[in-house]
């Protein structure tokens, strides 16, 4: 099992996971252009992929999702809130989730779990084949012990490190903005993002990756000193994913 990032941010996101044969890309915030030349960088093309699952309806994480997915007839999880506020999505197989329900896609299990963030039904999603497992957690404005119990016990962890404190709070946004991002259902902040960490801290954690770092509120300096800490190890072993390179793959 394996994944790489498309590329994490506000200006587009998108994570592919392989188990196998089967390829799935988590959300699409890209054109369709730039998300096809993203995908052979790592030496994909669509028609390659299984279909998408989405996390909820916010541009950067669903602006590109209709047009893929019409032009490699590929099919679309996503939940009945997301569904409701998404657009562009005419002419796509689209499949409803439950929060709650895990799904299979050809040979990944993927189990949703709802988070606190400004959507109408958001979502991320922890994947496996069997043996391993990945979890994902961007979007989230503050953590829950539902997803900590969601997430205990993963192999590799994809967490959001959106933004430092003291940047937001010194930075350019203005003051409504500010609450929004800090909120808590907003994003997770670098100190709330290693408190979580630390108690998802076991032996077979083999893999943490920041994601989604904002440009003007964090650097990934910051982000990796905040999760090192957590784990007691050296920055140089957390991951970045940025938003122009991603990252290229992981095996687990």
Not at 9 to 19: I, R
Not at 183 to 189: K, T, V
Not at 215 to 243: F, S, W, Y
Request: overall charge negative; hydrophobic content about 45%.
């Amino acid at each position: 099992m394996r994944f790489a990032f498309l590329g994490s941010g506000s200006a587009g996101n998108g994570l592919v996971v392989e188990a196998g044969a089967t390829r799935v890309l988590m959300d699409c915030g890209f054109g369709l252009a730039d998300s096809v030349a993203r995908l052979a960088r790592l030496g994909l093309a669509p028609d390659a992929l299984a279909g998408i699952v989405v996390t909820h309806e916010h541009a950067d994480h669903i602006g590109g999702v209709g047009r893929l997915a019409r032009r490699h007839r590929l099919p679309v999880w996503l939940t009945a809130g997301t569904l409701a506020m998404a657009q562009d999505l005419d002419g796509v197989a689209v499949r409803v989730v439950d929060s709650h329900a895990a799904l299979a896609i050809d040979g990944l299990e993927i189990q949703p779990y709802p988070v606190p963030h400004d959507a109408r039904e958001p979502v991320q999603y922890v994947f496996g084949d069997g043996n391993r497992r990945l979890g994902v957690l961007t979007d989230a404005g503050c953590a829950t012990p539902h997803i900590e119990a969601t997430l205990a016990g993963v192999d590799a962890l994809v967490l959001e490190c959106n933004h430092d404190a003291a940047m937001l709070q010194n930075g350019p946004y203005p003051a409504s903005l500010k609450r929004r991002v800090g909120g808590r259902f907003g994003h997770l902040e670098n100190g709330q993002a290693a408190a979580l960490l630390a108690k998802l801290r076991h032996d077979r954690l083999q893999c943490v990756m920041a994601a989604h770092i904002s440009l003007k509120n964090n650097t990934p300096e910051l982000a990796c000193q905040a999760l090192a800490g957590a784990l007691d190890c050296d920055t140089g072993e957390i991951r970045v994913a940025c938003q122009e390179a991603g990252f290229d793959w992981i095996e687990i």
